[in-house]
């Protein structure tokens, strides 16, 4: 087996029980599972259904493109998603775990643990180096600083940044900071990496490298979902989930071919 940095056993992750002996992967829980998802904002007098009944489930592997016009409830089911947001109706389950029905603070540790976040506008930290980047999450999940940098520097490579290690985000590229944001999102070995528009800050070429390191990340077995406009970018996911109005109205396999 190839090595990759993404999914072997650390110290991090060794409280996890390991799977029985005789379950194979499709005992595995599924990675997101939406039931009747429901979400209304309260504004003034007015009740704005920014998702009106969404169900929908992302099995581990898998990598999903969502799209669709503004205003139809992307960001609004990614910070579901990822347990930032609670639904208003309905249940959302990450592996398995009912998040909406979480204390905050288990909400956040289990963040921390299992969900990966990648931004259209990267969101570093402008004082720290891009390794320092990759550990924060390492450091806030109590790994060892001598683990944290090696890991950071190992992911770093993944991303082809390893001779940028000590740069600050100021002396990198849109295209080299979203990547450092990548190998910061993966730290803590996340069941799932959402992103949300992660090519939209960056020109053609950049965006058709990032949209690159995902395709090797799902093959290394990274779950993505990503909410996109890019076109390339959402064709080089596995399946599309089209939304309008708070609602899935199209949700099938990408065809081979046609980016
Ligand atoms: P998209 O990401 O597809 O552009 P959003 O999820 O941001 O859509 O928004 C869906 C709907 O919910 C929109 O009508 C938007 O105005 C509304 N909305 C989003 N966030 C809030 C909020 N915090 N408070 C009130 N309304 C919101």
Redesign the pocket.
Known sequence: MSHSPLHEESTLNAERSPLPADAGPSADPPTLQLSAVS?T???GDAD????RGVSLTVRPGEYVAVV????????????LLGAVDRPTGGTVRIRGEDVGAMRDRDATAFRLRNVGFVFQRFYLMPTLTARENVELPMAEAGLRKVERRARALELLSYVGLAVRADHRPAQLSGGEQQRVAIARALANRPALLLADEPTGELDARTGAEIVALFDRLNGDGTTIVV?THDEKLAHAARRMVR?AD?RIVHDGMVQEGHA
Request: charged share 15%.
């Open positions: 979400r904002y309260r504004m704005v259904h920014a998702l669709g016009p503004s205003g139809c409830g992307k960001s609004t089911l990614l910070n909410v939304m708070g």
